[in-house]
Each structure stands twice: as C-alpha cells, then as structure tokens.
C-alpha cells in the first residue's frame, strides 16, 4: 500500500552540524511529497513540498529533492540550529487528497 | 490570529465515556480532517470531509464517529470512549488540493 518510512527516531545534533534526515516511500503511483515540522506544544506545519523527479523543495535552509529511482526525499540543512530542533515528518499525498504520514523523527540541537 | 482552533485543550474521561472534541476553522478551506497523533505511529488520519454535511473514512476509523455541520465546524464523536484511545488529537485544514494542510493546536485526551 501507500506508506512512508523514516528510518532514524531521534537524531542528536550539535550547532552547525550537517542534517540529514532519511525518508523512503513505497512505490505506488506517483505520489506528491511532503515534510512537514512540529515544534513542542504546537501542531505540524507544512514545510514543503515536491511532486515530480529531481523536483528539489526548500524551506527556512532545509531542503529536499524527489528522487523516484530511488524512492526517497530526504531532508538536508546544511548547518542546524538549537531553533530547529523538532520533530519532522516525511508525507505523501494519496488519492482524495489523504496525507500519509511517516513515523516522525525527533532532531534534538545542542547549543 | 489562530485559522484551526480545537477545544477542548484537555480532556479525562473514563471508559465507556462520551466525548466530542470540537474543530473550527477560518481558513475558508472545504476540506478537514481528524488525525490522532501516537508515538511510535505518527500522525493517523481518522475521518475526513470535503464539506458541510460530508464524512470520509480514513486510516483508523474503528470506534469513532465524525460530523461536519458547516463549512467552519469539524466534530469528532467518541460514544464510547476505551484506554486504546488515549491520544493527542489534531484537526487541520486544507484546499481542494490538500497540498498544504492546516494543523490546529491538539486536544490531549485521556480515558480512564
């Protein structure tokens, strides 16, 4: 069926380290793609988005490319802050406009 | 000013307990949806509509029922509230394209 995985749970970082955040989706269709941010106490937010091959996303320094030979989207910041620390969920868009979520993934940014 | 608004923030109840957890929005969206939110699981679409007096099933339906009543209102009905059902409930808000969706801020539920 639709699904969407993000491998890491909890990514541990310190100021200005390089982000990498891993999401895989299964290949049915040809789905748009999504990450989305959540800060403590507050409800997800669109982040952005990407709905064809080699399309690239970008948002607030992060940034995402769809890749279909690969199935992914990964999430990348070049140099993170103790401000982006959140959890972060990886989606894709299904028939009737149904979101499907990934697991989430917790970055945590030291100072 | 807030465009999804959800009350309550807070809600304990027991098992077997009604509950409605109510959604507004001012975002002139068509479309709604009812998510639960459970670590380990991510956020889990439980019904949905593309209008007043509309209701699509989602993901995890079992056990819940939902009404929209207008454009702005969302209500997700629990008439017989179980533990399994303890959760950080969120309502959002979306465009017919449903390319961005629109989160409130949650309703923590607990059942007793």
């Known amino acids: 069926g639709d699904s969407v995985t993000q491998t890491e749970g909890q990514v541990a970082l310190s100021e200005e380290d390089f982000l990498t955040i891993h999401c895989n989706y299964s290949a049915s269709g040809y789905p748009a793609l999504f990450w989305y941010v959540q800060y403590p106490g507050e409800g997800p937010q669109f982040l952005f988005r990407?709905?064809?091959?080699?399309e690239k996303g970008s948002s607030r320094g992060f940034e995402a490319t769809y890749d279909k030979g690969t199935t992914s989207f990964h999430l990348r910041k070049a140099s993170v802050q103790e401000s982006d620390s959140a959890v972060y969920y990886c989606a894709r868009i299904n028939m009737g406009y149904k979101l499907t979520f990934g697991t989430g993934t917790s970055l945590l940014v030291d100072p | 000013e807030a465009a999804v608004t959800q009350s309550p923030r807070n809600k304990v109840t027991v098992t077997g307990g009604n509950v409605t957890l109510s959604c507004r929005q001012t975002n002139s969206h068509n479309y709604m949806y009812w998510y639960r939110q459970d670590t380990g699981h991510g956020l889990r679409l439980i019904h949905y509509?593309?209008?007043?007096?509309?209701?699509q099933i989602g993901d995890v339906p079992d056990g819940y029922k939902a009404t929209r009543t207008t454009q702005e209102d969302f209500f997700l009905l629990l008439e017989l509230a179980s533990p399994s059902q303890t959760s950080l409930y969120f309502c959002?808000?979306?465009?017919?394209?449903?390319?961005?969706?629109?989160f409130g801020p949650g309703t923590r539920l607990t059942v007793l």
């Open positions: 959002a808000s979306s465009d017919p394209l449903g390319y961005e969706q629109y």
């Open positions: 990407a709905s064809r091959d080699k």
């Open positions: 509509s593309y209008g007043a007096g509309n209701l």
